[in-house]
């Protein structure tokens, strides 16, 4: 069974910075693109970010951009989010995603962060 | 404001049926694939249709996909209490020198 774990999700200060992580288990992780998607309260899902299979391929939405960092470990079948400079507007629940082709077929449960003073 | 749009709301009763619209461009839905997203309350997205008319397995045949040129159709028939969520597009949007994805901003499904 295919299971995406997201952690690392938490209450930081605005300029903060946190380290998302999801830990993948049941499939071979190193043959799939993987995401990070983010939802803030209330609102609509917002693509963030995304990385081929051995890390090569990175690409950001522009919001995001120059402040957050993906990157992934394979021997640990794990997918990271190194976010900086946080806003206010980061706030949200972010989800880890598995990239099958043209689609996003598996996703976590997500993770919330909160970036408040 | 979302690269693709989609109607904020839709609602229709039990047992009827609905579509919801999803509109975009040439750099996105015109030459990509569409999939569309169930997510209900407190829950995380699922795929409900892939590759523009496609259903993973599991998916029941009330749903179905759409595409004609920049705009596609999610429609779902014989609707169900169940069926109230909130449902998304997306697809990957060329537009710049890498692709990217991009989802719509979501429809509110209300069964009366």
């Known amino acids: 069974e295919v299971q995406l774990v997201e952690s690392g999700g938490g209450l930081v200060q605005p300029g903060g910075s946190l380290r998302l992580s999801c830990a993948a288990s049941g499939f071979t992780f190193n043959y799939y693109w993987m995401n990070w998607v983010r939802q803030a309260p209330g609102k609509g899902l917002e693509w963030v970010a995304n990385i081929n299979q051995d890390g090569g391929e990175k690409y950001y939405a522009d919001s995001v951009k120059g402040r957050f960092t993906i990157s992934r470990d394979n021997p640990k079948n794990s997918l990271y989010l190194q976010m900086t400079s946080l806003r206010a507007e980061d706030t949200a629940v972010y989800y880890c995603?598995?990239?099958?082709?043209?689609?996003?077929?598996?996703w976590g449960q997500g993770t919330l962060v909160t970036v408040s003073s | 404001q979302s690269v693709l749009t989609q109607p904020p709301s839709v609602s229709a009763a039990p047992g009827q049926k609905v579509t919801i619209s999803c509109s975009g461009s040439s750099s996105n839905i015109g030459n990509n694939y569409v999939s569309w997203y169930q997510q209900l309350p407190g829950a995380a997205p699922k795929l409900l249709i892939y590759?523009?008319?496609n259903r993973p397995s599991g998916i029941p045949d009330r749903f179905s996909g759409s595409k004609s040129g920049t705009s596609a159709t999610l429609g779902i028939t014989g609707l169900q209490t169940g069926d109230e969520a909130d449902y998304y597009c997306g697809t990957w949007d060329s537009s710049l020198s890498a692709g990217y994805w991009v989802f719509g901003g979501g429809t509110k499904l209300t069964v009366l």
């Open positions: 590759e523009n008319n």
């Open positions: 995603a598995r990239r099958d082709g043209y689609k996003l077929v598996y």
